[in-house]
C-alpha cells in the first residue's frame, strides 16, 4: 500500500492543509481538548455563550456526555439569518433539477424569507418545541427549507430517503410519533418519477401511523393530485405567512434531528443529533476539510435523506455562508453519463463532494463522458461512504479533476455526525484509498478481537478514544441499545463496526464493515433487514444474507435461502422475493443473487457461519477457513457446487 498521487505525477495543487500545521493543530486538540473546543465553539452565534465544554466520559455515566451543555442558540439563526449582513445577497441554494431546465436560486435574503414562512407555516399547524416533523422529500430546495423551519422552531426532524418503501416509511413515522409529514407528489430522478405522495398514503393506511395530523405536500409534478382531507398545499399554504418568525431559543443538547440508520441486528435506529455540537462540528469540518473559500460553488451530490446531505448539502455549508448546490438528478448517471461535467462548468462549481459508486458508475463509460466539458472551475473533490478503490481514485483525479484536483476521502458515519478521518496533509503524501488521518479532536484506536490496543503498523477493529461534539447522543426511545451497539463491544471506547489498517507512516486506511451491515452503492442496509423481509415470505424458512465485491455498487446484496418442505424453487420465486424486499425497505435494497440453500453452515451453538457464507458469495472457496466446528461439513459443499458467483 505505497501508491500516492506522485503515481499520476507530482501534484500542483495545494491542499487544504499542510502537514505542518496539521501536525501541530492536532496536538493541541489532543492535548488541551477544553481550550481547544471553547476557541472552536465561538464560531458559531450564541443567545447564550457555553461555559460549560465537555461532560462525561465513554464507559462511565456516558448517558450524560453533552458539549457546551449551558450554551443557548438556534441552528436555523446560524445557517441563515447570521449571514443576511454581509452575505445578504449571496446564493444560499443553486438548484438544477432533474430536468436541466429546471433551476432555482435563493440568495441568504431570499432563504430567511422562505424558511420563516415555513417555520410560520408549521406553527400554525401546532408544530412546535420538540415535536416531531418527518420528511419524505425529493431533492428540491423545500427539503432544505423544511429541515430549517424545523430548526427554528425547536421542532425534530426525521428525514427519511425518498427511495424507501410505504412500509419503510410507515415503520420511521410509527417510532417517532411525528405529528406533521412533508412531501410531494413525485420525485423525479433519472427520468423516472417516483410516486411520493401514492408512497405516502400507502404508508399512512398501515398501522401506527396515526399520529400524523397533517400532511404538507409541495406539488412538483404535471399531473392532478389525489388531495385527502389531511393534505395541505405548502406551496399556496405558505404564501399566507409572514416572513418574519421568532426563532426558538434552544439549549446546545436539545435534539436537531432523528435520522434513521441500518445496524446489524433489529429494525433501524433513529439516531438522535443534538443542535450545538452537531453544528459546530459540521461548520468545521466542512471549512477545514475542504479549505473553504468563500468565493467557493460547492456541490455535495448526496441526498438530504442521509447523513452526508444533513451535514454537508445543508448544515455545514450554510452554517458557514457557502454556496450549496443541490442536485435532482442522478450524479453518475443514468440516463446521462457525463452531466456532471456540464453540471459542474455550468454552475462554476469549485468543489465536488460525491461517492465511490458515482465515479466507478462514470468511470464504467470511459473517459469520453467528459468530452462535453472542461470543468476547470474544479480546485477538490471530496469521496465519502465506502471506501475508493485506487483505480477509482485516479479516474476522479485524472479525468473528472484534469489532475488539479486534491481527493479528499472523508471517512465518517451517520452516528458520528461529520467527519473523522480525511487526508489532513500535503498533498504529495495523498495515498489513493485512505482516508488517512484524524480530524482534530478524533483519536481513532485499533483493538484485536480480545480488545487489545494495536501499537505501529497493524490491523483491527476501528474504534473512537473519546467524545468529540458531532457524535449521535442516543438512540430515539432505546438508550440502552445505543450503550450497547456503541459503547460495550468494547468498553469504554466508541465502535465504529468498521475494520482498519494502520500503516507503517501511521495512515489509516478504512477496510469496511466487520458487522453485519452492507454498504451496497453507499447506501447502508442491515443484512438482518433483508433477512426478516424474506423469512416472512410463507416459502421461506431461513434466509442468510451477506455482501459481494460488485464492481460499480461496491458491494451487492447475495442471499441464501432455505425453502419450505412444501415450497420449489423456481425463477418466479426468486422474483417475487426480489420484489418482496423492495418492497419492505426500497427499490436500493435489490438481491442481486439468490442461491437456493438446503441447508446453512452452522457451529454446535446453532451459529450460522457468515464467514464461510461471504467467502462463497465472493468465490473465494479455497480459502474457505477453519470449518472444523461446523455441525454438518456437507452443507457447506453443497452450497459450494451450486454458487452462483463464478
Ligand atoms: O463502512 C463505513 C462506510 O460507511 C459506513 C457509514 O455509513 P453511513 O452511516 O450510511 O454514512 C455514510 C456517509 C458518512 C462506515 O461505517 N464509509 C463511509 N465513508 C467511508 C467509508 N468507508 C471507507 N472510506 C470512507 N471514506
Known amino acids: 500500500m505505497t501508491s500516492t498521487a506522485s503515481a499520476t505525477g507530482s501534484p500542483h495543487y495545494p491542499s487544504p492543509v499542510s502537514e505542518q500545521d496539521y501536525r501541530e493543530r492536532y496536538r493541541r486538540s489532543i492535548e488541551s481538548p477544553e481550550a481547544f473546543w471553547r476557541e472552536e465553539a465561538q464560531q458559531l452565534q450564541w ?15 456516558h448517558s450524560h456526555i453533552s458539549w457546551f451543555e449551558d450554551g443557548v442558540l438556534n441552528a436555523c439563526v446560524n445557517c441563515v439569518d447570521r449571514h443576511l449582513d454581509t452575505r445578504g445577497d449571496k446564493p444560499a441554494i443553486v438548484w438544477e433539477g432533474d430536468d436541466p431546465s429546471h433551476q432555482r436560486t ?19 399547524l401546532g408544530v412546535g418545541r420538540g415535536d416531531t416533523v418527518t420528511l419524505y422529500m425529493p431533492m428540491i430546495p423545500e427539503a432544505a427549507i423544511a429541515m430549517l423551519a424545523c430548526a427554528r422552531i425547536g421542532a425534530v426532524h426525521s428525514v427519511v430517503f425518498g427511495g424507501f418503501s410505504p412500509e419503510a416509511l410507515a415503520s420511521r413515522i410509527r417510532d417517532c410519533d411525528a405529528r406533521v409529514l412533508i412531501t410531494a407528489d413525485i420525485s423525479q430522478r433519472g427520468g423516472k418519477q417516483i410516486p411520493l405522495k401514492k408512497y405516502v398514503d400507502e404508508a399512512l393506511a398501515l398501522e401506527g401511523t396515526a399520529c400524523i395530523e397533517h400532511v404538507l405536500l409541495v406539488p412538483c409534478g404535471d399531473a392532478p393530485i389525489d388531495w385527502k382531507a389531511r393534505d395541505i398545499n405548502a406551496s399556496e399554504l405558505i404564501e399566507t405567512h409572514s416572513p418574519e418568525c421568532e426563532p426558538e431559543a434552544m439549549g446546545a443538547e436539545d435534539p436537531l434531528f432523528i435520522l434513521y440508520t441500518s445496524g446489524s441486528t433489529g429494525a433501524p435506529k433513529g439516531l438522535v443529533h443534538t443542535t450545538g455540537g452537531y453544528l459546530l462540528y459540521t461548520a468545521m469540518t466542512h471549512r477545514e476539510i475542504f479549505g473553504l473559500r468563500e468565493d467557493d460553488v460547492y456541490w455535495c451530490a448526496a441526498d438530504v435523506g442521509w447523513i452526508t446531505g444533513h451535514s454537508y448539502v445543508v448544515y455545514g455549508p450554510l452554517a458557514n455562508g457557502a454556496t450549496t448546490f443541490m442536485f435532482g438528478g442522478i450524479p453518475g448517471g443514468p440516463p446521462d453519463y457525463g452531466r456532471v461535467g456540464r453540471v459542474i462548468d455550468d454552475h462554476g462549481i469549485t468543489i465536488f463532494y460525491t461517492s465511490p459508486t458515482a465515479i466507478r458508475a462514470m468511470m464504467g463509460h470511459g473517459e469520453h463522458i467528459m468530452d462535453s466539458s472542461r470543468r476547470d472551475s474544479l480546485r477538490l473533490i471530496g469521496t465519502v461512504g465506502e471506501p475508493i478503490n485506487p483505480q477509482a481514485w485516479h479516474w476522479a483525479h485524472d479525468v473528472i479533476g484534469n489532475g488539479q484536483c486534491p481527493i479528499m476521502d472523508t471517512w465518517w458515519q451517520t452516528e458520528t455526525g461529520g ?69 460495550s463491544v468494547f468498553e ?36 438482518a433487514e433483508i433477512e426478516s423481509s424474506l423469512v416472512a415470505h410463507p416459502a421461506i424458512s431461513e434466509a442468510a444474507v451477506v455482501g459481494f465485491p460488485h464492481d460499480v455498487k461496491g458491494q ?48 454446535r451453538s446453532g451459529k450460522i457461519m457468515r464467514r464461510i457464507l461471504r467467502k462463497i458469495a465472493a468465490n473465494e472457496v479455497d480459502a474457505l477457513g477453519d470449518t472444523s466446528t461446523l455441525t454438518d461439513p456437507g452443507v457447506v459443499d453443497a452450497l459450494i457446487e451450486n454458487r452462483i458467483n463464478r
Open 47 to 61: 443567545m447564550q455563550p457555553p461555559q460549560q465544554v465537555l461532560k462525561g466520559r465513554f464507559g462511565e455515566n
Open 106 to 124: 435563493l440568495t441568504y435574503r431570499q432563504l430567511h424569507d422562505r424558511v420563516g414562512r415555513f417555520a410560520n407555516m408549521l406553527r400554525s
Open 419 to 487: 467527519h473523522m478521518m480525511a487526508p489532513l496533509t500535503d498533498a504529495e503524501n495523498f495515498k489513493p484509498g485512505a482516508a488517512m488521518r484524524p480530524f482534530y479532536g478524533v483519536r481513532p484506536a485499533l483493538l484485536d478481537d480480545q480488545g487489545n490496543i494495536l501499537e505501529g503498523e497493524a490491523s483491527g477493529s476501528l474504534v473512537i478514544e473519546g467524545s468529540w461534539p458531532g457524535q449521535a447522543r442516543t438512540i430515539r426511545g432505546n438508550h440502552e441499545r445505543f450503550e450497547q451497539t456503541y459503547f
Open 492 to 527: 469504554g471506547h466508541y465502535f465504529t463496526g468498521d475494520g482498519a489498517h494502520r500503516d507503517a507512516d501511521g495512515d489509516f486506511w478504512i477496510t469496511g464493515r466487520i458487522d453485519d451491515v452492507l454498504n451496497v452503492s453507499g447506501h447502508r442496509i442491515g443484512t
Open 556 to 603: 451487492g446484496i447475495y442471499a441464501y435461502v432455505t425453502l419450505m418442505q412444501e415450497a420449489t424453487a423456481s425463477e418466479a420465486l426468486r422474483q417475487e422475493l426480489v420484489e418482496t424486499v423492495r418492497r419492505d425497505i426500497g427499490a436500493f435494497a435489490r438481491l442481486d443473487i439468490v442461491q437456493w440453500a438446503p441447508g446453512l453452515p452452522r457451529t
